[in-house]
């Protein structure tokens, strides 16, 4: 309160004026009242996208493209290395002195549909995405064929690296299997030794 | 490679081929020729993942192996360059030049061999005889023959090629792979296939099995006679598709569509005299021009000849007249037309971007090369202080150069003239690293919108995999709904808010690599003829 000049010396700052090169009668800048914007302000807005049926169909190619790289085996994944060769496909690479000869055989075949409706195909690729978190490889099996072999694909890969509950998981339901049972076994087993008491 | 295709890349690479494989190529990118030790203790990763990326990077044709530079006997070394991992954004326009071309065998042909990189012939054939045959209504199925028809036009039109063979011994100069024009590059080996395509089916009947079983049996022998031929796509005749497509809707534009047939008739007529550098097609006489247009239009010929004038006398000089004899010579002039289309773009860009004073400003100095500040405010009619605005904005921008010519030796600023001036090249220059780092930013954006949401994605895979489960095991329509209205309203909103973002995102790369591609053509001409 001593400081404040009030009617007399409105200028006063805790810098001495002269020193940083602010002469009398200057105009300062305004004051800043919130913090500066986090983009530069844009004069012109930027032209709208054409849209037609060619630019949605490249959309589409390209979305669809993206999904089925993710499927294929060039899509390698960090957790690979601890796997090794899967059963599904063979990449040989023999390297000698003068020429490097690799060999590729595929025995699968991509599920790809062109004829997709737009959101079911975002949401398979999306599935993509996250089959390829859960599982790994091989995962486009598992939406040809269904449940039987996904289980069987499931036994087969015993490596452990990922410790999921294989029963909640198999149906990539929020269910556990054992949801769905209708207790139909239950009880059906040691009928002959009656010493103990069923509760 | 510059910081902003290096940062692209890695995203690209990111997204088709994994981290792995991303890691392993910026440092490729970044650290030019090393051998497989020198990748492996930089970056960390284990010799496996190092060398299953490098397939991969081999395998798509964005990485070249030589023996080492310090002689005979020294390791391999392995390069990579940006241009090829760029093309991935071409991808689509590439299959669906594919499709208008060749139809849906043709489009799936191209799709296949971009996933894979290089196939070999039988291979490839089989594959999309059995994704035609999925698409086709139940009993019927694609007949490899009818595949391998469609294979053989692509290769005799040159949009596919053999891979250059493996000839890793001698070390090569150029950076970049060597445009491969051995002398079977596009000679299709003969290729026993008979065979239809194969329908993945749970249930399979009787007739499908016996094919499943012979196809394993055929894979196995596995002699289709083109064992160790691997084919991929020629992205080069792409891009010389792609120009004169460019220069056909330009000159649609301008004048009209007659006008364009006629300019695409002389583009067909010298589609295999010209060479993919040459900056205009060979001469063409009117009488040949007359002789090969379309029998739909019927145009007499001296309309014929009055188009002609139109197009010669157009300043834009997409047609050129080059003699006198035969009724009139007449090239098209391709370096010239890129260059104009190039010179549209990078106008348009100024417009947008700073409004249509400064764009005439902007014109004004690339037609009149260099003009004083006064000259400026003068001839583009613009008041004094708005002009002075504009000129240096676009100079901060760097669109605009200021050359200084001094009267005397001091270079006093009151006895210099100071002139504006455009530099086409080094403006386009700087306008397509602008480009890459506008894609590699709505990548960027993409990623991080979904990465936001995946909670709510996760959960509506979720819901979309029960319905179909309970689909598929046939169950009421009650117990349907009830897994629907597991999503609530609002974040059945969020959804299609979010997927309208990711589209738009999406849809902006492609068309952001449309500009992409012309101003690389116009500056791979540019550099190609001086």
Redesign the interface.
């Known amino acids: 309160m001593a400081g404040r000049g009030g009617g007399r010396g409105r200028r006063m700052m805790t810098f001495s004026v002269e020193a940083v090169g602010i002469t009398r009668g200057d105009s300062l800048p305004p004051s800043i009242q919130q913090p500066t914007p986090l983009f530069p302000v844009m004069?012109?807005k930027?032209?709208p996208?054409?849209?037609g049926e060619?630019?949605e169909?490249?959309?589409a190619?390209?979305?669809e493209?993206?999904g089925?790289?993710k499927s294929?085996p060039?899509?390698?994944?960090?957790t690979?290395?601890h796997r090794g060769q899967s059963s599904t496909h063979t990449?040989t690479?023999t390297?000698t002195q003068?020429?490097?000869?690799?060999t590729?055989?595929?025995?699968h075949?991509h599920?790809?549909?062109?004829?997709y409706y737009y959101?079911y195909y975002?949401?398979c690729f999306?599935?993509q995405t996250?089959q390829k978190k859960e599982e790994g490889q091989s995962s486009e099996d598992e939406e040809?064929?269904?449940?039987e072999k996904k289980k069987k694909q499931e036994e087969e890969e015993a490596e452990g690296e990922e410790e999921y509950d294989e029963e909640e998981f198999e149906?990539?339901?929020?269910y556990v299997m054992s949801y769905f049972d209708n207790g139909e076994e239950f009880g059906g087993d040691s009928d002959d030794n009656m010493d103990e008491a069923i509760y | 490679m510059t910081a902003q295709e290096v940062r692209l890349c890695g995203l690209l690479l990111r997204e088709h081929f994994g981290e792995v494989v991303e890691k392993v190529g910026t440092h490729l990118l970044k650290g030019g020729a090393q051998n497989l030790r020198t990748i492996i203790h930089e970056t960390g990763i284990s010799l496996d993942l190092v060398k299953k990326s490098l397939c991969v990077l081999v395998q798509h044709g964005a990485c070249v192996f030589r023996s080492g530079r310090k002689g005979a006997g020294s390791p391999t070394e392995y390069q990579t360059c940006c241009d090829r991992i760029l093309r991935i954004l071409r991808y689509p326009r590439y299959i669906y030049t594919a499709k208008t071309l060749y139809g849906d065998t043709g489009e799936l042909i191209i799709e296949e061999l971009l996933q894979r990189g290089h196939m070999t012939m039988s291979g490839t054939i089989k594959t999309v005889a059995d994704r035609l045959t999925q698409n086709m209504e139940e009993g019927r199925s694609m007949d490899y023959s009818e595949v391998s028809s469609a294979f053989f036009r692509l290769v005799e039109t040159h949009f596919l090629q053999r891979c250059p063979p493996l000839a890793g011994a001698e070390p090569k100069d150029s950076a970049t792979p060597a445009a491969p024009s051995f002398p079977d590059c596009y000679k299709v080996p003969h290729v026993t296939l008979v065979g239809r395509g194969k329908r993945q089916l749970a249930s399979e009947d009787g007739e499908d099995q016996r094919n499943a079983k012979k196809a394993k049996m055929d894979s196995q022998v596995g002699t289709h006679g083109d064992e160790g031929i691997c084919w991929q796509v020629n992205f080069e005749r792409f891009h010389l598709h792609f120009r004169d497509q460019a220069i056909i809707s330009a000159v649609a534009n301008k004048l009209d569509q007659t006008s364009s047939e006629i300019v695409r008739t002389m583009l067909r007529m010298s589609e295999v005299t010209t060479s993919p550098t040459a900056t205009c097609t060979k001469p063409l006489s009117a009488n040949e021009i007359f002789r090969s247009l379309p029998t739909s239009y019927n145009i007499p010929r001296p309309i014929l000849d009055q188009y002609l004038t139109l197009l010669i006398d157009d300043p834009m000089e997409f047609v050129g007249k080059a003699g006198e004899s035969g009724g009139g010579m007449y090239v098209v002039n391709m370096h010239r037309a890129l260059a104009n289309l190039a010179r549209a773009t990078l106008e348009s860009v100024v417009q947008e971007r700073f409004g249509s004073r400064s764009a005439r400003i902007f014109r004004l100095l690339l037609r009149k090369r260099h003009l004083e500040q006064k000259q400026v405010e003068d001839f583009a009619m613009i008041p004094a202080k708005e002009a002075k605005d504009m000129l240096y904005t676009l100079l901060s921008q760097n669109l605009v150069q200021l050359q200084e010519i001094p009267k005397t030796p001091d270079y006093a600023p009151s006895r210099t003239f100071y002139l504006y001036t455009v530099n086409q090249l080094p403006t386009a220059r700087m306008l397509l690293q602008n480009c890459y780092k506008t894609v590699a930013n709505l990548v960027e954006r993409r990623l991080f919108e979904s990465k936001e949401s995946k909670r709510l994605l996760e959960k509506s895979q979720r819901i979309e995999a029960i319905l179909a489960s309970l689909q598929a095991s046939g169950a009421e329509p009650e117990q349907l709904t009830e897994v629907e209205e597991m999503i609530t309203a609002p974040e059945k909103q969020q959804l299609e808010a979010l997927r309208l973002h990711i589209n738009k995102l999406d849809s902006a790369e492609n068309q952001v690599d449309e500009t992409i591609f012309l101003l690389e053509s116009y500056i791979n001409s540019t550099a190609s003829t001086s």
């Open positions: 004069e012109q930027p032209l996208l054409t849209a060619e630019e169909y490249l959309l190619l390209k979305q493209f993206r089925a790289m294929l060039c899509f390698i994944q960090p690979a290395a990449h690479h390297h003068t020429s490097l000869t690799y590729h055989t595929q025995t075949t599920f790809s549909f062109r004829f959101y975002f949401t999306l599935c996250l040809e064929e269904g449940e149906e990539e339901t929020d």
